[in-house]
């Protein structure tokens, strides 16, 4: 009796981790998924138990052992030091494909950019606990930023918006900065009596610095509702996202092509009208031939899509995934 090959695709975030078992002719076959798996928030340790836990809770749904394509995105793997090294940290796992090129290591920017378009004149930008960039071209030309915080000149996604939401909080209740409803809603958020039980809590340890990033719903909240400080929180990260797809855009070449810019994440995905009508103003006046795209299905997508291109299935195996997927396989064309 043959038994049919199974691909496993994975998008990991900060937050959160979907992995799926695919067959060849796109059919999903199961679904798991867990909490956030990026090497630089949780460490290569912790992020290899997730994936390893993640791909054998699959194959043991599907009473395999190991499986004949991995593709995995994964936040966290930016540099091809931190690719090698998690390569290197799962090479004895029993999932691990017989051929070292059925499996593949990426940055989740990738996942992101095939969810949202198959042009191969495209930019993604990835704005969920952190932020991150992609650019690709038909020439085969490839753009990337180091995506490692202040160091690497990066600031934005939820975990910068959520320390500098506390900043301008903490500012403003002691006098030093302009009042903001800040003051209360961060304390709110994480379950304390006040901004001083937060900036404690932070300072011993009893409340998780990664944890910054929850506070971006806030500031959106807050925003909408009129507060100063939040609205300038929010326009400094459209402006930023509009100039990693400008500058990525601008290196390769295509500022004077018609190109998508596929946007997603947890901040994006908010569908906050204050962000996006900034980046879409923003891309008109400094890219006026960038197509914005907020993707409305989960990154995974993309990465199941990859999966099966990557193992050369036909055109109606990539079509089927999106439709098993349950959803709308391209992404919405926020602006024409």
């Given amino acids: 009796m043959t038994v049919e090959p199974v691909f496993v695709a994975i998008d990991g ?7 799926y ?45 190991r499986a004949d394509r991995v593709n995995a995105y994964l936040s966290g793997l930016d540099l091809p030091e931190e690719i090698d090294a998690f390569r290197r940290a799962v090479s004895t796992k029993r999932w691990l494909p017989a051929r ?15 969810a949202g ?54 500012r ?18 994480f379950g304390v009596a006040d901004l001083d039980a937060v ?20 500031v959106l909240a807050a ?9 300038g929180l929010v326009d400094r990260q459209a402006d930023e996202i509009v100039s990693c797809a400008v500058a990525a855009l601008r290196r390769l070449d295509l500022l004077g092509v018609d190109a998508p810019v596929v946007l997603g994440g ?3 995905a908010s569908g906050d009208a204050r962000l996006l009508d900034r980046v879409q103003a923003g891309l008109a006046v400094r890219a006026p031939r960038g197509r914005m795209r907020l993707v409305v299905d989960p990154p995974v997508l993309g990465a199941l899509l990859l999966t099966l291109e990557s193992a050369g299935c036909d055109a109606e195996a990539v079509e089927r995934v999106g439709a098993d997927f349950g959803g709308r396989r391209d992404a919405w064309a926020a602006a024409s």
């Fill in 223 to 231: 925003s909408r509702e009129g507060d100063g400080i939040a609205a």
């Fill in 100 to 114: 070292a090129d059925e499996f593949v290591a990426e940055n989740d920017t990738f996942a992101l950019l095939r």
């Fill in 117 to 170: 378009t198959d042009e191969r004149n495209a930019v993604a930008v990835v704005c969920g606990t952190g932020m991150n960039t992609v650019g690709v071209t038909e020439r085969g030309d490839v753009v990337r930023f180091p995506a490692l915080g202040t160091i690497s000149g990066d600031w934005g996604g939820g975990w910068s918006l959520g320390e500098s939401a506390l900043w301008h909080a903490v």
């Fill in 13 to 19: 975030g900060g937050s959160k981790t979907d992995a």
């Fill in 199 to 218: 900036v404690r809590g932070l300072h011993f340890g009893s409340i998780d610095p990664n944890s910054l990033s929850r506070l971006a719903p806030a």
């Fill in 266 to 268: 947890g901040v994006v």
């Fill in 172 to 189: 403003a209740a002691d006098g030093r900065g302009p009042e903001s409803t800040l003051v209360e809603s961060i304390p709110a958020m």
């Fill in 21 to 65: 078992a695919v067959a060849p002719d796109g059919r999903v076959l199961a679904a798991a998924h867990a909490g956030g798996s990026s090497p630089q928030i949780i460490g290569l340790d912790d992020a290899v138990a997730v994936i390893d836990d993640l791909i054998d809770g699959l194959l043991a749904q599907l009473s395999l052992r």
